[in-house]
C-alpha cells in the first residue's frame, strides 16, 4: 500500500517533487559541473524565486547550507563575538542556545514551559547582548509565535540581531522577512524536499556584523563564513560543490509554489489546520497540546495522548498514514501532524475521520 507522510520532517515530497527528480535525472542534472552556465541558473533560479516567496528587501539575501542545524553555527559564528540571548520554550530552541554555548559564547534565556510562548514584552535583555534567537515554530511541541510578537521584539531591541526559526514553517508563516535580521529553514519540512540543504536569508546588518567581529580578530570560519558565502553567491556559486540536485528541486518547487500562490498555500493550511484541531478536541483521548489557541501551529500540530502514541500510529499506518511521535520525552505521550503545503484537505479530513472514529 501506498503510505503518505505526515511525519513533521522528513516528510511527503511536495507533490510535483518527484516529477522533478525524475526530469532532473533524465537531464542529468547530478552530473554537471558546479561552476557551469547551467548550475548558475539553477543556482538564480531558486535564489530569485525565494526572494520573492518570502518578499525580501534589496538589502537581504540568500545563501546555501547544509541544513538548518549548520545555519545555527554558522549565525554564532559570524554574527556573535560574545553572547546570545535565546528565546527557549522546546528541544529546538534549546538546541540552538546549545550550539552557542559549544561555540565558547555566554548565552542568557529566557524560558517558558513546553507548549507555551513567551510574553515577548516581559521580557528583559542584557545591553551586552549582541543576537536575539527564537523559533518561530517550536516543531517539538507544536507552539507557534505571532508575526506581531516578532515585530514587537525586534521594536523593542533594535540593536541587536533578531534570528528567527522558520525551519517548520516557511512558507505557511505569513511574516514579514524585512523586519528580520536573519531567518532560516530547511527543505524536507514545508517545501517537501529531500533533506540535505538549508536556506539561510540575512541582511545587510548581518554582513556589517560580521565584518566587524573579523576587524576585530575574530574567526567567521571558512568556507561558510559570510564574506566568503557572498562573493560566491554574486556570481550564483558556492564555496563547496553542493547538493545540485536539492538545488535544483528548490528552484522547481519554489516556481510550483510562486504559480499556486502563497495566498491559496496559507488559505488551504488554516483549513487543514482547523479540521485536525477540530477532530483533536473532539476524541476524548487527545487534546492540542498548546492551551493557548492563537499560538497553536498552522504547520506542525501536537496533541497530547491518553493512550500511547505508538497505538494511535499504528491504527493510521494501516489505512496508509504515517504520523509522528511527540518528540523526545514526550515521545509516547503526544502526537505530531504535519500539515505541510503538500498535504491535500482529502488526506486530512481522513486522518480527522480516523481519529475521532477509534476507539481504545
Ligand atoms: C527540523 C528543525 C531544525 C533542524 O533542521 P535540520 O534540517 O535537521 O538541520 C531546526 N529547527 C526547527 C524548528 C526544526 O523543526
Redesign the pocket.
Known sequence: MKKFYFT??PSQLYYTTEAHIKHALKHDICSISHRSDTFKSIYKKASDNLRELFGLADDQYILFTA????VWERIIQNLVGKEAFHLVNGA?SL?FQKVAESLGKRTFNAEVPEGSIIDVGSILIPETTELIAL?H???STGAMVNAEDIYKLKEAFPSQLLAL?V??SAPVAEIDYTKVDTAYF?V??CFGIP?GL?VWIINQKCIDKCWQLINKGFSVGSYHSIPEMMAKAKRHQTSETPNVLALYLLSKVSEDMLNKGLLQIRREAKYKAAVLYQAMESCDYLSPFVKNEKNRSLT?LVAKSSVPSSAIIEALQKKGIVIGPGYGKFREGHIRIANFPTHSKEHVEMIADLLTAMKF
Open positions: 513533521p520532517g541544513s538548518a542545524t549548520e529546538f538546541r523559533a515554530n517550536e516543531t526559526d525551519t517548520s530547511s524536507q519540512k533533506a538549508g506542525t
